[in-house]
């Protein structure tokens, strides 16, 4: 049975989610520029091997996230849908949950190109 609460809750993931996602895009921009800079000075061939392994799992987390982007949105939709179904279609839990759902679509749609 869905209630608000879950709802709430399932909101606050794909928000918080999406937050680890861009924080991992940043992450990896700047450990790519930092690669490129110990490259470029000339760095022991060790610690550019360390920074590139660095970079290497940063980029690992982001399909990561993807994944449970995309499932916990699949989640949030069923509880929406659940919540409907039995005629709680209006409150501000519920409008939140269809502006995170909308934006969150655009995000997965912009990531996946």
């Known amino acids: 049975m869905a209630s608000i609460r ?15 996602l861009h924080s991992y895009e940043k992450e990896v921009e700047r450990e790519a520029a930092k690669t490129a800079s110990m ?14 392994n660095v970079l290497a799992e940063s ?6 996230c993807h994944k449970r982007l ?6 949030l939709k069923g509880i929406l849908a659940e919540l409907e179904e039995s005629n ?3 409150g501000p839990e519920i409008d939140e949950a269809k502006t995170t759902i909308a934006d969150l679509e655009k ?3 912009t990531t996946e190109d």
């Open 39 to 52: 490259k470029d000075a000339g760095a022991d061939p060790y610690d550019i091997k360390q920074q590139e």
């Open 70 to 75: 995309e499932a916990s949105l699949a989640d």
């Open 107 to 109: 995000v997965v749609e």
């Open 6 to 20: 879950n709802l709430k809750i399932k909101t606050s993931t794909c928000k918080r989610i999406v937050k680890e």
């Open 88 to 90: 709680q279609k209006e």
């Open 59 to 64: 980029r690992m987390m982001i399909p990561d």
